[in-house]
């Protein structure tokens, strides 16, 4: 056995030791933590509203939570790469596409990234992107309207967790794949052992649209067969840069725990996009097909489209010189962060017991001076101590992620040792820490990752929750901490949970948002093509098996409500209009026994509910959604009839004659 080998064995087992105790007891003063006036700074009174929004990942879930800052109220939850039967995303007709990917439906993701849009590197309220780690995709979220816009597939990638970083006037997020595989074009037939020849890397630079936030891909870069973890853009002087950490170095392709953590030191990237957009243009870029889904909802047909396209740009770094560059970092490094000035780039090596801090005045005097350590895969190695500002020394164990407040300083999440370090960016003196409770592993400032962040606190994203809150079974709530930072010392204000897993969040000023938002869909500009503006456009059409209901909703009835000659073997859609014009007044539909969710149906807006009865009868609809005080009213019944019978298509609301047994039909056959 190596001595590295040993060494990375010592090292785990010294971190497993640590872990266990972590957990064995809870931390004295794990109860006493929150100071005396925390009460006063976290409670927001009745009516009034939160200082910030957080806008949070919310991981195996596939969603994304809205929270309040301080009180850590619970908005919302946007549901983004995952089916919601709350709302009917992915359910209604309207919304199935936006789950289409080049596999087909899927209707999850492992949703661990926020990106918040910027104007000349701070937040400007426009939209949040948010990565899809599994099936790789990127997902742009409306501010206005707190729903998902758009879904983009990233093809030559598997595992798009270095993502989806943004640039500094959100001209690119970026999508980094975690595992390197052979790559779409390439024979993927390949005994797994034979990594190092046939695994590549990529990261994708994916334009936005100034105007309309839409996505493109506008080239990838093929890179080494390495892991990638995270990234941030360049900021001020190191705009036009990229950062991106990286593990794997070995290459190993079994018990990475081991075999991906033998080397001291593996890489941070540094992509010169500029520079890869120049050779764009130059033609240096080859075009491959692939194959990969984009999604776009419209808000004025309330309709989503999904279209495949077949081909992208692929840049190759043996023919763009000056492109890349990699920068030695201890160790398996996970965050990788850059301050509000762009001057320094803070790595976190999750198996180091020191933070490098490099500074981007140094890797450019070293670019120039070729200050190089030869080289990995062909692209140059920039030497350590040429690129280095400074270490953070002994500030804690298991370093991962580093914002920034307002005052030059930064703040790192500690997973191993479970706490916050404070530490200076010039002097890179440790100033505070804080426990967390327990295992943290991001940590979100107002306005951390930009040019100007606003401080006054710092949240905790917590890994585990143990003993905080009553328990529930063999799964504990996930857990996020508030803590003041406004004074030189960090005190704990509140403890809240949250949904999924909360891998990263973004936080705003809720000033920023709060004049943005939509109310309600203007009814008379609703262009859906099965949209009934009034009720007298209710109706009900028959197109072979096909059954159209043009129905309405309003307080409190739907129109039509009574509906008869749907047989056995018809596809029945209610196109739903919600024809109110109030905000805060949705209505909801189901039908009774549908394989399906409801649907939720805002002012203005038309819905789609696909309805396949599997049984002759009445069944009944109603309205989910408590709009009014005859909401228990908003109620009405279909009739299915078999599949020979002669039963005319009819509807009606109102209505209200004498039976015409006349037009019963006599059958005997068992209901199916």
Same mark, same amino acid.
């Given at each position: 056995?190596?001595?590295?080998?040993?060494?990375?064995?010592?090292?785990?087992?010294?971190?497993?030791?640590?872990?266990?105790?972590?957990?064995?007891?809870?931390?004295?003063?794990? /109860?006493?933590?929150?100071?005396?006036?925390?009460?006063?700074?976290?409670?927001?009174?009745?009516?009034?509203?939160?200082?910030?929004?957080?806008?949070?990942?919310?991981?195996?879930?596939?969603?994304?939570?809205?929270?309040?800052?301080?009180?850590?109220?619970?908005?919302?939850?946007?549901?983004?790469?995952?089916?919601?039967?709350?709302?009917?995303?992915?359910?209604?007709?309207?919304?199935?596409?936006?789950?289409?990917?080049?596999?087909?439906?899927?209707?999850?993701?492992?949703?661990?990234?926020?990106?918040?849009?910027?104007? #000349?590197?701070?937040?400007?309220?426009?939209?949040?992107?948010?990565?899809?780690?599994?099936?790789?995709?990127?997902?742009?979220?409306?501010?206005?309207?707190?729903?998902?816009?758009?879904?983009?597939?990233?093809? %030559?990638?598997?595992?798009?967790?270095?993502?989806?970083?943004?640039?500094? %006037?959100?001209?690119?997020?970026?999508?980094?794949?975690?595992?390197?595989?052979?790559?779409?074009?390439?024979?993927?037939?390949?005994?797994?052992?034979?990594?190092?020849?046939?695994?590549?890397?990529?990261?994708?630079?994916?334009?936005?649209?100034?105007?309309?936030?839409?996505?493109?891909?506008?080239?990838?870069?093929?890179?080494?067969?390495?892991?990638?973890?995270?990234?941030?853009?360049?900021?001020?002087?190191?705009?036009?840069?990229?950062?991106?950490?990286?593990?794997?170095?070995?290459?190993?392709?079994?018990?990475?725990?081991?075999?991906?953590? /033998?080397?001291?030191?593996?890489?941070?990237?540094?992509? %010169?996009?500029?520079?890869?957009?120049?050779?764009?243009?130059?033609?240096?870029?080859?075009?491959?097909?692939?194959?990969?889904?984009?999604?776009?909802?419209?808000?004025?047909?309330?309709?989503?489209?999904?279209?495949?396209?077949?081909?992208?740009?692929?840049?190759?770094?043996?023919?763009?010189?000056?492109?890349?560059?990699?920068?030695?970092?201890?160790?398996?490094?996970?965050?990788?962060?850059? #301050?509000?000035?762009?001057?320094?780039?803070?790595?976190?090596?999750?198996?180091?017991?020191?933070?490098?801090?490099?500074?981007?005045?140094?890797?450019?005097?070293?670019?120039?001076?070729?200050?190089?350590?030869?080289?990995?895969?062909?692209?140059?190695?920039?030497?350590?101590?040429?690129?280095?500002?400074?270490?953070?020394?002994?500030?804690?164990?298991?370093?991962?992620?580093?914002?920034?407040?307002?005052?030059?300083?930064?703040?790192?999440?500690?997973?191993?040792?479970?706490?916050?370090?404070?530490?200076?960016?010039?002097?890179?003196?440790?100033?505070?820490?804080?426990?967390?409770?327990?295992?943290?592993?991001?940590?979100?400032?107002?306005?951390?990752?930009?040019?100007?962040?606003?401080?006054?606190?710092?949240?905790?994203?917590?890994?585990?929750?143990?003993?905080?809150?009553?328990?529930?079974?063999?799964?504990?709530?996930?857990?996020?901490?508030?803590?003041?930072?406004?004074?030189?010392?960090?005190?704990?204000?509140?403890?809240?949970?949250?949904t999924g897993e909360p891998h990263y969040g973004e936080v705003i000023p809720a000033?920023?948002?709060?004049?943005?938002?939509?109310?309600?869909?203007?009814?008379?500009?609703?262009?859906?093509?099965?949209?009934?503006?009034?009720?007298?456009? /209710?109706?009900?059409?028959?197109?072979?098996?096909?059954?159209?209901?043009?129905?309405?909703?309003?307080?409190?009835?739907?129109?039509? #409500?009574?509906?008869?000659?749907?047989?056995?073997?018809?596809?029945?859609?209610?196109?739903?209009?919600?024809?109110?014009?109030?905000?805060?007044?949705?209505?909801?539909?189901?039908?009774?026994?549908?394989?399906? /969710?409801?649907?939720?149906?805002?002012?203005?807006?038309?819905?789609?509910?696909?309805?396949?009865?599997?049984?002759?009868?009445?069944?009944?609809?109603?309205?989910?959604?408590?709009?009014?005080?005859?909401?228990?009213?908003?109620?009405?019944?279909?009739?299915?009839?078999?599949?020979?019978? %002669?039963?005319?298509?009819?509807?009606?609301?109102?209505?209200?004659?004498?039976? #015409?047994?006349?037009?019963?039909?006599?059958?005997?056959?068992?209901?199916k």
């Open positions: 056995m190596n001595i590295s080998f040993k060494k990375t064995l010592l090292y785990l087992g010294l971190i497993t030791v640590n872990v266990s105790l972590l957990y064995s007891c809870k931390p004295r003063g794990a /109860a006493s933590a929150v100071s005396g006036d925390a009460a006063s700074k976290v409670y927001v009174a009745p009516g009034k509203y939160d200082e910030f929004y957080d806008i949070v990942s919310g991981g195996f879930n596939g969603q994304i939570g809205i929270y309040g800052i301080p009180s850590g109220r619970l908005f919302r939850i946007v549901p983004v790469f995952s089916q919601s039967p709350e709302s009917g995303y992915g359910f209604s007709e309207e919304t199935k596409p936006m789950l289409n990917t080049s596999h087909g439906f899927v209707p999850w993701d492992d949703l661990h990234h926020i990106a918040l849009s910027v104007t #000349d590197g701070v937040h400007d309220g426009r939209w949040a992107f948010a990565n899809g780690n599994n099936t790789p995709r990127l997902a742009r979220i409306d501010l206005s309207t707190f729903r998902t816009s758009e879904i983009l597939e990233i093809p %030559n990638s598997a595992g798009n967790h270095s993502s989806p970083f943004i640039t500094q %006037n959100s001209e690119y997020i970026v999508a980094g794949t975690r595992f390197s595989v052979p790559l779409d074009n390439d024979n993927g037939d390949v005994p797994i052992n034979t990594y190092k020849q046939n695994f590549r890397g990529t990261v994708s630079f994916v334009s936005i649209n100034p105007q309309s936030g839409e996505m493109s891909i506008a080239f990838q870069i093929k890179t080494p067969g390495v892991n990638f973890d995270l990234a941030r853009a360049g900021k001020g002087k190191s705009h036009g840069w990229f950062f991106f950490s990286c593990y794997n170095s070995e290459k190993a392709n079994t018990l990475l725990e081991v075999n991906a953590s /033998a080397k001291d030191k593996d890489f941070i990237m540094a992509v %010169n996009w500029k520079k890869a957009e120049e050779y764009v243009k130059a033609g240096k870029a080859t075009k491959e097909s692939v194959k990969y889904a984009h999604n776009i909802y419209n808000e004025k047909t309330h309709s989503a489209t999904s279209t495949l396209m077949n081909e992208v740009l692929v840049l190759d770094p043996k023919d763009c010189p000056g492109m890349l560059y990699f920068i030695p970092c201890p160790k398996s490094p996970h965050g990788c962060d850059t #301050d509000p000035t762009g001057e320094y780039i803070v790595g976190s090596g999750k198996l180091a017991a020191i933070i490098p801090v490099f500074s981007f005045t140094k890797i450019q005097e070293a670019i120039a001076s070729k200050t190089f350590d030869g080289e990995y895969d062909g692209i140059p190695v920039i030497k350590y101590e040429a690129a280095l500002y400074g270490e953070v020394l002994k500030p804690g164990l298991g370093p991962l992620h580093t914002e920034f407040d307002d005052n030059g300083n930064a703040y790192t999440s500690f997973f191993v040792s479970s706490e916050i370090v404070k530490w200076n960016v010039k002097d890179l003196k440790v100033l505070d820490r804080v426990p967390t409770y327990y295992s943290i592993g991001h940590l979100s400032i107002p306005g951390g990752p930009t040019r100007k962040p606003w401080g006054k606190y710092v949240i905790a994203y917590n890994k585990i929750t143990k003993d905080r809150y009553l328990p529930t079974g063999p799964e504990l709530t996930q857990s996020a901490q508030l803590y003041d930072i406004s004074g030189d010392k960090m005190k704990l204000l509140l403890d809240f949970p949250t000033s920023i948002l709060f004049k943005k938002q939509r109310k309600i869909y203007k009814i008379e500009e609703n262009e859906h093509p099965y949209a009934a503006k009034g009720e007298g456009q /209710a109706r009900v059409e028959r197109k072979g098996k096909d059954v159209h209901v043009y129905m309405t909703a309003i307080r409190s009835h739907f129109n039509p #409500d009574n509906i008869e000659g749907v047989k056995m073997g018809d596809v029945v859609y209610f196109h739903v209009t919600n024809l109110e014009q109030d905000w805060d007044v949705p209505h909801g539909f189901a039908v009774k026994g549908s394989n399906n /969710a409801e649907i939720l149906v805002m002012p203005g807006e038309t819905q789609t509910l696909k309805w396949i009865p599997d049984r002759v009868g009445i069944t009944p609809i109603y309205c989910t959604d408590f709009c009014s005080a005859l909401h228990q009213e908003m109620q009405g019944y279909v009739r299915v009839s078999p599949a020979s019978s %002669n039963v005319g298509l009819s509807f009606s609301t109102g209505k209200t004659v004498p039976a #015409d047994t006349t037009k019963s039909v006599s059958y005997n056959q068992p209901r």
